[in-house]
């Protein structure tokens, strides 16, 4: 039962495990399907990074292990801050670690009619997913739903399952760049994921300086007169989940940053090579090799030009 827990200490959190059986048959479930994937992959000739499964595997379904089922997991529906904590990791950070291990690679590898679904490009259009993103929280927290999850064990599941799968919507092709529009370019996504970042912090704000105590009488009712007051406790969640918003968007703007990067170069090899194609094809055709292109400073007559010219001694000296 949540009310027989003992208050939270530091020796308490370390200690405090609990098996939830439908997360633990959720991620063998996913795993056994990406392991899957990886194989037909493999089986048809392809090849997969180890660091990818490892990923997958250790960041994104091991965070949602010690998420669900940890101390954060065990007091969940006793105090406000470690639900707080669940939930935004379980939105914003799980997606990310999945995503890194490849996913949208393996489904279009695996079944490429998937990423091109009209149903799955609505829903993964950056300004749908980002507002489905930024509104969840808020419906949860501000709505009856929130205290129908802290009350019924279904709910609060399917709660759980929703975050991550809003997350992955978001995150997913926005790190893979699979059913985006062209116009979504890296450095478009860079500038979507820093407003991504400023919606993430209203949830947060929102909680923090609201005057209203949500849920109040239940989490009375469930601590037995332990921990902090529910006003407290929901302003200390605030402020975590205000500070954890921020902090959990740096490694998917590192990957963003990364795809520029990347694509910059692809960009300018590309060019070298049409470049090079355009050269040997006038060689070929007896023309004379164009000459290389010299900076506009050494070419302009006049005193910028002059100044990059060899300087001749005087005559008489």
């Known amino acids: 039962m949540q009310g027989d827990l003992e208050p939270l200490t530091v020796g308490r ?13 959720g991620v063998l479930v996913v795993g056994g399907v990406y392991l899957l994937g990886v194989r037909r992959a493999v089986q048809r000739g392809g090849s997969w990074p180890v660091w990818r499964t490892a990923v997958f595997f250790v960041g994104g379904l091991g965070s949602v292990v010690v998420l669900t089922m940890s101390f954060l997991g065990a007091y969940d529906r006793v105090l406000f801050w470690p639900y707080a904590v669940q939930n935004v990791l379980l939105l914003a950070l799980t997606p990310v670690l999945l995503a890194f291990g490849g996913p949208m ?8 009619s998937v990423g ?5 490009r609505v829903l993964t259009f950056p300004a749908v997913s980002s507002l489905l993103g930024a509104a969840l929280l808020p419906l949860v927290y501000f709505t009856p739903y929130y205290l129908a999850v802290l009350q019924n064990d279904v709910l609060h599941e399917l709660l759980r399952l929703q975050l991550v799968l809003v997350g992955c919507l978001f995150f997913w092709p926005m790190l893979g760049g699979e059913s985006l529009p062209e116009w ?4 478009v996504r860079v500038a979507i994921g820093f407003l991504d970042g400023l919606l993430d912090a209203l949830p947060g704000i929102l909680i923090m300086t609201s005057p209203g105590v949500l849920a109040a009488g239940y989490y009375l009712s469930v601590r037995h007169g332990w921990g902090p007051t529910p006003h407290q406790d929901q302003r200390l969640g605030g402020g975590i989940m205000l500070t954890l918003a921020e902090m959990v968007g740096l490694p998917f703007l590192a990957g963003q940053l ?3 990067v990347r694509a910059d170069r692809a960009e300018a090899a590309a060019v070298d090579r049409r470049l090079d194609q355009v050269v040997a094809e006038r060689v070929a055709a007896g023309e004379r090799e164009p000459e290389l292109m010299r900076p506009w400073w050494e070419t302009e007559p006049g005193q910028l030009a002059d100044r990059f010219r060899p300087r001749r001694d005087h005559p008489d000296d």
């Open 13 to 25: 959190a370390l200690g405090a495990w609990t098996l939830d059986v439908p997360v633990l048959v």
């Open 105 to 112: 690679q393996l489904i279009a590898l695996n079944f490429p």
């Open 258 to 260: 990364v795809s520029w």
């Open 184 to 187: 979504c370019t890296p450095p």
């Open 116 to 120: 091109s679904a009209r149903w799955l």
